[in-house]
């Protein structure tokens, strides 16, 4: 496999998506994917013509007998066990703040910012290019991985002496890294700080914007959303003092971080296939091959949440 899953687009690369799919199934999970529904979960907002291009290989292709799209900061809230409240998810290269309300994503009040995990590597890339000689992405993250974290002040760390950590390189080349660990991942919270000028004003000051317009425009659901904590979803979440400033900066709801923050969508998305079970209601969200053949690949859209 030679396929660039972060980068790939899939009109452009149908062959790709056809070998990917192909080799999860027969390769990674064993599944003849004609015998089973396909439940995707697909990022907010994702096009029109992105959901039919991937309904029509999965149907013409693979023969599946059917498939249902789930939204992914649906499936985060699923995880919970709750069917409303608001979810933040930080994916790769975006993050998206959503207030649901009984399965329902109120997409007027929603966010998707430009802005995610990839931001923080590149932080840390730019900040440390100085102290490797061959700066390269996946080291970069590794880097990031092994010694990054959220300071709760930011100014106040900027003028203390913080705690260096070291890294070693492959070649065997030790690197220190003082305050780049905290300077990286603050990109979250000022983009400006990385010259980030079209990735708005960070993920705070987005989930205030969420929920001023939330109480202004569905100010009968407000308070049913914001009754229960706001889950943060995505693997920068997992970042010592990640959970401490979000909770600092954000008073106008309660926030918790997923147990899981890396798979919280995947465990939702397990957890509506066994719903679909049992709720006829949801059952009617699957679009069977049947279906398809009769009224072609234009119909999901009318089954989507």
């Known amino acids: 496999m030679n396929v660039k899953i972060k980068?790939?687009?899939?009109?452009?690369?149908?062959?790709?998506?056809?070998?990917?799919f192909s080799h999860m199934c027969y390769n990674e999970i064993r599944v003849a994917p004609e015998e089973h529904i396909i439940l995707i979960l697909e990022k907010l907002f994702t096009s029109?013509?992105?959901?039919?291009?991937?309904?029509?290989?999965l149907f013409s292709t693979f023969d599946v007998p059917g498939i249902v799209y789930l939204p992914q900061e649906l499936g985060i809230l699923l995880a919970s066990r709750r069917t409303t409240g608001m979810v933040m998810n930080i994916g790769y290269g975006y993050t998206t703040i959503v207030p649901i309300w009984k399965l329902n994503i109120l997409r007027n009040c929603a966010v998707v910012l430009p802005l995610g995990g990839n931001d923080v590597v590149?932080?840390?890339l730019l900040l440390t290019k100085d102290k490797m000689e061959d700066v390269k992405y996946a080291i970069s993250e590794d880097m990031m991985k092994a010694t990054a974290y959220l300071a709760e002040d930011f100014k106040g760390a900027m003028r203390s002496k913080t705690e260096k950590k070291t890294y070693e390189l492959p070649d065997g080349q030790v690197v220190d890294v003082d305050k780049e660990r905290f300077?990286?991942?603050?990109?979250?919270?000022?983009?400006?700080?990385?010259?980030?000028?079209?990735?708005?004003?960070?993920?705070?000051?987005?989930?205030?914007?969420?929920?001023?317009?939330l109480s202004t425009t569905h100010p009968e659901c407000f308070e049913d959303i914001t009754r229960d904590?706001?889950?943060?979803?995505?693997?920068?979440?997992?970042?010592p003092g990640f959970s401490e400033r979000i909770k600092k900066e954000i008073t106008e709801v309660d926030v918790v971080v997923a147990k899981n923050p890396e798979t919280q969508a995947w465990g939702g998305g397990s957890h509506f296939a066994d719903m679909i079970q049992h709720y006829q209601f949801?059952?009617?969200?699957?679009?069977?091959?049947?279906?398809?053949?009769?009224?072609?690949?234009?119909?999901?859209?009318?089954?989507c949440l």
């Open 282 to 303: 949801l059952e009617d969200m699957v679009l069977t091959k049947e279906e398809y053949d009769e009224f072609g690949p234009s119909i999901i859209h009318s089954k």
């Open 7 to 20: 980068e790939m687009d899939l009109f452009k690369n149908a062959d790709d998506f056809e070998r990917l």
């Open 229 to 239: 904590p706001m889950i943060i979803s995505g693997a920068p979440a997992k970042l």
């Open 122 to 124: 590149n932080g840390m």
């Open 48 to 57: 029109r013509k992105s959901r039919q291009f991937m309904t029509e290989i």
């Open 183 to 213: 300077m990286c991942a603050e990109v979250l919270f000022d983009p400006k700080l990385f010259s980030l000028e079209d990735c708005g004003e960070g993920i705070i000051t987005e989930v205030k914007r969420v929920l001023n317009l």
